[in-house]
């Protein structure tokens, strides 16, 4: 493919008139005073954890917690019977069950290979309590955007520290890997739709099944 | 033109909706229930009314600094690789993405459900260029199928049912033909349809729901993934985006997505966000193209009072509150903008010369619903009258204001005002049926398209104190005065009990008070 770098001759007139009609439109605005962000009352660690573990359920996603020694059984519950799971490179190795068939994205694999995974076990970077959403920066434990796209299972381990109680407190922690340029996905259950007669059909295009599995600290 | 464009005025198109009963009992359970479950799901969040505010003033901040938010948003998308392109009009919008795909030979695109593109009226035009747009949101899939327009923002098909949808699947999607109308095989088989065209359709566009001048990044927010993998799988990627959509810094997005949610499919987080910056190497499309579109945005950014209009995320919580909107549909509003905020975006972004989008501010009983769940406090209701101020003062004189200046010159003095009122009574004559005029000639059938104006009691108020005052004069016992409530009243520092509570007196003492005075 080629990738066409000038930009149309129309495009700079276009950008000056609208910088203009938009300088005219807006000069002599009074600046506006935001006020301060609402603060609810702050939940423990525990409730944190019950608090997320209601609205994943909530999602009719699966939830799991269970110590770290625990986790390679859990994982192999969630996967089920899943041929070709998709690992990504930064999942450490005790986190899997023993003679796992895995699929590495090393080199690269195509869409179409990508299709023939059954499922993928990814890490994230924070979730909320709140509204038991699941945030990817798609760092080494979570593999860029299609691994976690493509394949009907998505088990999801998410470490209990990484659970904050609101949106705010997510973004704001997600601020490093954003001004890193890092691209991210939040999840709040499995893809579902309500397009018909306003019935809600779960699992449309993304993953089917959401397993959310938390490391009990 | 653009799909902003109506057809008709309001009434003349509504018309053909609320005469359908299917139609209403569809919007009636659809919007019934997406305004109790938001209810709930705002009810969660004591802070509300702060959130709401402070998304007011987070999109007034964009606003009014908007030249510098775009050029930050444009350096930062080149910086990370992206190209960005400035659009004033649809026309000009569509040439771009036209260019975009014929240089790379593309035939089909897949598409991101996109107010915008519609608002451009995107697909057409790339057909025109022997280029193939696929819709792949499972509401715009089927109204794309059958050739058909969005009537909700949310639930673009929500005027067809199962048994249609299933018919219509059976007939156009390829290898399909015995599908039952269960909403889950329907949704399956839209999921087989689209599933090769994402692996490998090599071109996507998508619109933005919010832009990070800061960081250069772009969000789209989706239930179904077929947004995600449209971002995701393509080897390109056009983006367009209003203008208004761009705020300042990465934190600007929380608020956000706390209010978008909870009033738009009244969910406490929608199932998939995704947030991109430019071109992340070796992850999704390794071509980005934004679209800055302006499309009449700066005149509704340059009127002061309307600007409040250019804070709208999109979330259609005003049209699922909205009793015009909940009999009509969205078809009516003849606009991809339906609803209160159709009614008030429509006309400013066409500039109020459209005389069917002129139409579109007296779509209201202004009850204030719209304004209530407004999760950016758009006082729509307050927009609404003032452009229709606006649209009055373009006609010049008129029934209403020729009305309005007989009536100031009436009722300046009570002669003339009782003199007005005999005249009307003398002609109204051949006016009324049952009590109600249904039909006004010339000028003034206007008032009468839409509403029964009641008749003329036989007699009104000054002409009945008048005769009162007659008959005590010639009783000279009764010492003339205001009715005893009014002297009660004045008497009083509160008013008096039973019209506190009620409002009414009881009739019984009313009439009781009457006979004493007589």
Redesign the interface.
């Known amino acids: 493919?080629?990738?066409?770098?000038s930009?149309?001759p129309?495009?700079a007139e276009?950008?000056l008139?609208?910088?203009t009609?938009?300088?005219?439109?807006?000069a002599g605005?009074?600046?506006?005073?935001?006020?301060a962000?609402?603060?609810?009352q702050p939940l423990s660690a525990a409730e944190r954890e019950e608090q997320f573990r209601d609205?994943i359920l909530d999602?009719r996603a699966h939830y799991t917690r269970v110590p770290l020694a625990e986790l390679p059984q859990a994982i192999a519950a969630s996967l089920g019977r899943a041929q070709r799971v998709l690992v990504p490179a930064g999942i450490p190795a005790d986190w899997l069950p023993a003679g796992l068939e895995q699929l590495r994205d090393e080199p690269?694999l195509s869409?179409?290979q990508l299709?023939r995974a059954e499922a993928v076990v990814t890490g994230c970077a924070v979730a909320?309590s709140?509204?038991?959403?699941i945030c990817l920066d798609?760092g080494a434990e979570q593999g860029?955007?299609?691994l976690s796209?493509?394949p009907d299972l998505h088990v999801c381990v998410v470490r209990e520290n990484q659970i904050v109680q609101t949106?705010?407190g997510a973004?704001?922690r997600?601020?490093l890997a954003?001004?890193a340029?890092?691209?991210?996905?939040?999840?709040?259950?499995?893809?579902?739709?309500?397009?018909?007669?306003?019935?809600r059909?779960e699992g449309?295009?993304?993953?089917r099944a959401l397993h959310v599995i938390v490391i009990a600290e | 033109m653009s799909g902003l464009h109506p057809k008709a005025p309001f009434p003349k198109a509504a018309e053909a909706s609320v005469n359908q009963p299917q139609l209403r009992a569809n919007l009636r359970k659809v919007t019934h229930t997406i305004r109790a479950k938001r209810a709930a799901v705002v009810a969660e969040l004591p802070y509300w009314e702060q959130l709401r505010q402070l998304g007011a003033a987070t999109k007034d901040d964009s606003l009014v600094n908007l030249s510098d938010r775009l050029l930050e948003l444009e350096r930062n998308v080149q910086a990370r690789g992206g190209q960005v392109h400035w659009a004033r009009d649809a026309a000009e919008a569509r040439e771009i993405v036209a260019r975009i795909a014929l240089a790379h030979g593309e035939r089909e695109l897949i598409k991101v459900k996109s107010i915008t593109s519609d608002e451009i009226e995107l697909n057409q035009a790339l057909e025109e260029h022997g280029i193939h747009a696929i819709e792949t949101d499972l509401a715009e899939l089927i109204v794309q199928l059958s050739h058909d327009t969005p009537s909700h923002i949310l639930v673009p098909a929500i005027h067809r049912n199962r048994a249609e949808i299933q018919a219509l699947f059976n007939a156009e999607l390829p290898g399909e033909g015995g599908l039952s109308d269960n909403p889950q095989d329907l949704a399956a088989a839209a999921r087989r349809y689209l599933r090769h065209k994402f692996l490998t359709t090599r071109m996507a566009v998508s619109g933005a729901n919010f832009a990070v001048a800061e960081t250069g990044t772009v969000c789209v927010v989706e239930s179904e993934g077929n947004g995600r993998m449209c971002l995701t799988l393509p080897e390109v990627l056009v983006s367009i985006m209003g203008i208004e959509k761009v705020l300042d810094t990465w934190e600007d997005i929380a608020v956000f997505m706390e209010t978008l949610p909870r009033s738009s499919t009244a969910e406490r987080m929608n199932p998939y966000n995704s947030f991109w910056s430019g071109v992340t190497e070796g992850d999704g499309p390794q071509e980005f193209h934004l679209i800055l579109l302006d499309n009449g945005r700066t005149h509704v950014l340059a009127d002061e009072f309307g600007r409040q209009t250019l804070r709208c995320i999109r979330c259609s919580a005003c049209l699922n509150v909205c009793p015009v909107y909940e009999r009509a549909g969205g078809h009516a509003y003849g606009s991809v903008y339906p609803g209160p905020i159709g009614s008030i975006l429509t006309p400013q972004l066409l500039g109020m010369h459209d005389k069917n989008a002129n139409s579109l501010p007296f779509a209201s009983s202004l009850c204030g619903a719209c304004y209530e769940v407004c999760p950016v406090e758009i006082n729509i209701p307050q927009v609404l009258i003032y452009l229709r101020n606006e649209g009055n003062a373009h006609k010049g004189p008129n029934a209403e204001s020729l009305a309005m200046g007989a009536a100031r010159v009436a009722m300046s003095e009570g002669w003339r005002w009782e003199g007005a009122l005999r005249l009307a009574r003398l002609g109204q004559g051949p006016l009324v049926r049952q009590g109600e005029i249904s039909w006004l000639p010339g000028m003034l059938a206007g008032w009468t398209e839409v509403r029964d104006l009641p008749a003329l009691p036989r007699e009104g108020f000054r002409e009945w104190w008048k005769a009162r005052e007659g008959s005590r004069t010639v009783d000279a016992n009764t010492q003339a005065g205001p009715p005893d409530i009014v002297q009660d009243a004045q008497n009083r520092e509160s008013p008096p009990a039973n019209v506190q509570e009620g409002g009414h007196p009881p009739a019984g003492q009313h009439g009781q008070e009457g006979e004493d005075h007589a």
Not at chain 1, 29 to 35: C, F, G, T
Not at chain 1, 204 to 207: I, R, S
Request: glycine content about 8%.
């Open positions: 493919m080629s990738h066409p770098k930009v149309h129309h495009n276009a950008r008139e609208m910088l009609v938009i300088n005219r439109a807006i605005a009074a600046p506006v005073e935001k006020p962000y609402p603060r609810p609205r999602y690269p869409h179409a299709d909320v709140e509204t038991g959403t798609h860029r955007r299609a796209l493509i949106v705010r973004v704001e997600l601020g954003v001004r340029g890092r691209p991210l996905t939040w999840l709040s259950g499995g893809s579902a739709t309500s397009d018909i007669e306003l019935v059909v449309v295009h993304g993953p």
